[in-house]
């Protein structure tokens, strides 16, 4: 699916977000990216989401350098990867339906995309969507009016009705509670499971990213810390990946195997050595 | 978030030294500027309590009771109240016309600037979009910092009198603040969803109708609104240059001292900028 070679990113104020990144991700796979804030994984999402460009490196998409590809290609490609964002990102003056509903905008015709605001073309599509991430009732209230969670779920709901072959969530769960945080983890590893979507997440907490994906990526400075599965991942390599930033907390209560997640977590092996 | 945190540490430094100067040295010019044009401006309240002074006020306000209520002087005044009306909505009817398309150039996320521009070229950014993008902002500027005062004279100039050099005159005056605010209102817009709508494959027509135009529209409904309600005041004053309706009618009665038929004109005038106001946040409740 996607193909990272030595990827890159220096912001306009000299910043270097992503430093030297090369990876390989393959069709339907799931992958969890960790590591302190501030490591980078927001600016690979923005890259492997076609928004942003990266200033060295190549980024190849189903075998097709994205840096070559023309307007329309470009278009195409994004209408391909759906991105759920940290925040939510969705316009709070809008009915739920057209945020849901602006899935579509990268098939729509513009007369169809402004149809649809004034009379809401596929409603029932929007609907289903709805009822898959678990508020269909939501369907014709104002955005803004919805809770932070439920706001989460509309974003999901969107990205359902775009369909993608990729699914990339950016921290989708750092500004809601723990127990709705591992429905909404579960409930996106889910529905990319069933339809066979590429899921790329990016996680604060460690525990949801080892009880919940089969590989795990460690990005610290802008670089790949590791690339292994979960139960490869040793204390040892987690107080390295996290080691001088706050996030050091949450290893401790991994340490003493409780999850602040509950369900199925053990404690790992290594730590303490 | 990478970028916020990585480069907080190189760039804050040096400008705090700046920060901390700043609010001393803004207040010490300000209380200068403010004495110096204390005695510039001649203020002087003591003119106010004089003895001649309170009589001419006093005389001013005994004379205008009991204010003018005849029905044949209010019936006189029906065809300028609705004048200065139909001025403020025709006025305002231009000013939105005039605004609309030089608010959309002077936009820098429309002409030049962010995600809808990311495959432009760099001299056609320059070429389609900086260059009107100035341009345009000047135009707003001139048009706005001219007081509608000055340009109802010059319409009455050109067009006569009556309310039609009124129309024009607020049409432009207006024109260019609508215009002006209508292109900070867009530009102020989260740029956020709009890269969402982009992520997503949207056209760029699409990220302007679902993401830009749904966060602008009601501010920019609601400053029209607000501009409607000061074109009525506007239209009023207009009239003391020619431009007809209710300033023309309190011009008059000013000039021949009937100040109970000022009072009447007045309280008018007070009615519809209150009638006004009740009508417009009636609609921005309802948009909001």
Not at chain 1, 113 to 124: G, K, T, Y
């Amino acid at each position: 699916m996607y193909e990272l070679r030595g990827l890159r990113k220096v912001f306009g104020d000299g910043s270097v977000a992503v430093d030297d990144i090369s990876l390989t991700v393959g069709r339907g796979e799931h992958l969890a990216f960790i590591g302190p804030s501030g490591a980078g994984k927001t600016t690979l999402f923005r890259i492997l989401n076609l928004t942003l460009r990266p200033t060295e490196g190549t980024l190849v998409l189903d075998g097709r350098d994205v840096a070559e590809l023309s307007d329309v290609e470009l278009r195409c490609a994004r209408t391909r990867i759906g991105t759920i964002y940290q925040r939510q990102n969705l316009v709070g003056r809008l009915r739920v339906v057209h945020n849901v509903l602006a899935g579509n905008l990268g098939r729509w015709s513009t007369l169809t995309a402004l149809a649809s605001l004034v009379r809401p073309q596929s409603a029932a599509d929007a609907g289903r969507a709805l009822a898959r991430v678990g508020i269909p009732e939501k369907l014709y209230a104002r955005t803004d009016e919805l809770s932070g969670g439920q706001q989460q779920r509309v974003a999901i709901a969107r990205v359902l009705v775009q369909d993608p072959e990729v699914v990339l969530a950016d921290e989708p769960v750092s500004s809601v509670d723990p127990s709705l945080a591992v429905t909404i983890v579960t409930l996106l590893r889910d529905l990319s499971h069933e339809s066979r979507k590429t899921l790329l997440m990016n996680l604060h907490s460690v525990e949801l990213a080892l009880t919940h994906f089969p590989r795990i990526v460690g990005i610290r400075g802008g670089r790949v810390h590791f690339d292994l599965a979960p139960d490869k991942v040793s204390g040892d390599l987690l107080a390295n990946l996290y080691a001088g930033h706050e996030e050091d907390a949450q290893l401790e209560r991994i340490q003493d195997g409780k999850g602040l997640y509950g369900g199925a977590f053990r404690p790992l092996a290594g730590f303490g050595t | 978030m990478a970028r916020a945190s990585t480069a907080a540490p190189s760039g804050r430094s040096p400008a705090s030294a700046h920060k901390s100067a700043f609010p001393r040295i803004f207040t010490a010019v300000f209380a200068v500027s403010v004495a110096l044009s204390l005695r510039a401006a001649q203020v002087d309240p003591r003119l106010l309590v004089e003895r001649a002074a309170l009589a001419n006020v006093a005389k001013f306000v005994r004379d205008m009771f009991p204010p003018q209520l005849s029905r044949e002087f209010l019936g006189l005044m029906l065809r300028p109240t609705l004048e200065t009306v139909q001025v403020s909505v025709m006025g305002t009817a231009i000013a939105i016309l005039i605004g609309v398309p030089l608010a959309l150039t002077a936009t820098s996320s429309l002409t030049w600037r962010g995600v809808l521009h990311e495959r432009t070229s760099r001299v056609g950014r320059w070429a389609l979009g900086f260059v009107p993008y100035i341009l345009s902002r000047a135009m707003l500027s001139v048009f706005r910092s001219i007081p509608e005062f000055v340009w109802a004279f010059m319409f009455v100039r050109a067009v006569g009198l009556g309310p039609f050099p009124g129309v024009l005159a607020i049409g432009v005056a207006y024109g260019g603040m609508l215009g002006k605010v209508y292109s900070e209102i867009l530009d102020g817009v989260n740029p956020q969803p709009l890269e969402t709508l982009q992520a997503a494959g949207a056209s760029r027509l699409g990220v302007v109708v679902y993401g830009l135009v749904p966060q602008a529209l009601p501010n920019v409904i609601a400053y029209t609104l607000y501009r409607w309600e000061c074109a009525i005041r506007a239209s009023a004053i207009l009239g003391f240059v020619g431009a007809g309706g209710l300033g023309q009618q309190l011009e008059l009665s000013m000039r021949m001292f009937q100040f109970d038929e000022v009072l009447t004109l007045l309280a008018i005038l007070f009615a519809l900028v209150a009638t006004i106001d009740f009508i417009s946040g009636r609609i921005r409740a309802w948009i909001a």
